[in-house]
Every structure is written in C-alpha cells, then in structure tokens.
C-alpha cells in the first residue's frame, strides 16, 4: 500500500513531441503528488505538485492530471526539449507528512 | 529561496574510515531534513528523518551505527558513514522542508561516496 508505480522505465521522443509518464498508487490517504527532475550527477529538483482537490495543474510546459478514483497521476511535457532529457520521478506522501514515497523513475531522452 | 547545499560533493576513501556528508540549508529553518541513498539508475530510498536537538529516526534496515545522524542545529544536518566498505559505495542525497506547505521537500545537490 505504500507502493508508487510509475511507467513507463524509459521512453525517447523527438522535440516538440508531449512524453507522457503515469504513475499509480494505492494507499487513499496519499495527499500530496509531487514529480521530480534529475540530472546525472545531481540531486532531484522539485518541478510540480499537486493536490487531490484538482484534477489538472500546469505550471510553464509542464501539466500534471490527476485521476482521484483510479488513484493515478501523470506528467505531460508539452513542446518538449531536448534539455529536458532527465530522470523524472513522482512521488506521494500523506497527511501533511514530509516522507515522501517515490516512484521507480522514467529516463527520458529528447532527440533534436 | 529554499536552498539545500551539500558538502563534499565527492569523496574517496578507503575502506574502514569514516566520511562525513553535510546538509545545509542556506535560506532557510529546517526542522525536519531527510537523508536518502540512490544507487545508479535507481530510485530514492529513504534511510533515515533527522529532527534538530533529537535522535533520528530510521528506516527499516539501515543500520543506526553504520550511518550516523546528527541534526545540531535548524541549518545543519550531518551523515557520517562509519567504517565505510565498498559497498557503502553510493550517492547520498539530503533533503530538507520549510515547514510551509506539506510534503514539499527541497534537494540538496548530493554526495557521491566511493569507498576503495
């Protein structure tokens, strides 16, 4: 129950084109839904976050929907770049703790 | 706003000798840090809650005498390796929350230990 799923391992894309990565979790008391950005080397830099009571939230390129009743979460990168090839990670955590549980992580490549 | 610095960034040593890592954050109180371990293209693993002016608390099956916590003061927090063998060869990341909005954690750059 404390699992957060995240697909797909890897995925490439050309620029411009919207990777889209899921993550499932299952334990309802999971309220707070954040994704990491990781470079090589580097430690995860917080890029979005959202809570249950929405259902969509963009900031900049980046949009996370929420699915509350199939408890699952995605990221969408909109006119991707090749400077975001990264790590992505999501994450959740539960009633206003700051552990947070995280998913197993997505490399994304974006091809020029 | 928000930074987490970590010090060293790197370090080498050699098996049997203790490494200290160290977790600051530069603009702000953290009461709570965090310390995490990720080995190569894999995820975060949560070793252990620091608490300033109180004893850490760890996650199952990380060993409490192995990885020494120490959470001094609102801006500081410390991991030392002890006795460091090969495979304590990792890289550590430390994270740290203002304590304004739950859940929201801020990283540190990381420390790449290699032990020989």
């Known amino acids: 129950q404390q699992q957060v799923k995240q697909s797909p391992q890897s995925l490439i894309v050309q620029k411009g084109g919207i990777p889209i990565i899921n993550c499932a979790y299952e334990n309802t008391a999971f309220d707070y839904f954040p994704w990491y950005q990781q470079f090589p080397g580097k430690g995860p830099a917080l890029l979005i976050a959202?809570?249950?009571?929405?259902s969509e939230k963009k900031e900049g390129r980046f949009t996370i929907s929420f699915n509350k009743s199939a408890k699952q979460f995605s990221l969408h990168i909109m006119d991707s770049q090749p400077g975001d090839s990264a790590t992505y990670f999501c994450?959740?955590?539960?009633?206003?703790?700051?552990?947070?549980?995280f998913g197993s992580g997505t490399r994304l490549l974006v091809r020029p | 706003g928000a930074v987490v610095s970590q010090h060293p960034s790197r370090v080498i040593c050699k098996s049997g000798t203790s490494v200290k890592i160290e977790c600051r954050s530069l603009?702000?109180?953290?009461?709570?840090m965090f310390w995490y371990r990720q080995f190569p293209k894999k995820s975060l693993m949560l070793m252990a809650t620091s608490n300033e002016g109180s004893k850490a608390t760890y996650e199952q099956g990380v060993e409490k005498d192995k990885f020494l916590i120490n959470h001094a003061s609102l801006t500081l927090s410390t991991l030392t390796v002890t006795s460091a063998h090969p495979e304590d060869s990792s890289f550590y990341i430390c994270?740290?929350?203002?304590?304004?909005?739950?859940?929201?954690?801020?990283f540190g750059e990381g420390s790449r230990l290699t032990v020989l």
């Open positions: 959202i809570r249950p009571d929405v």
């Open positions: 603009d702000f109180q953290a009461t709570t």
């Open positions: 994450a959740a955590s539960r009633g206003g703790s700051y552990k947070l549980i």
């Open positions: 994270s740290a929350t203002t304590g304004t909005r739950p859940g929201e954690l801020f």
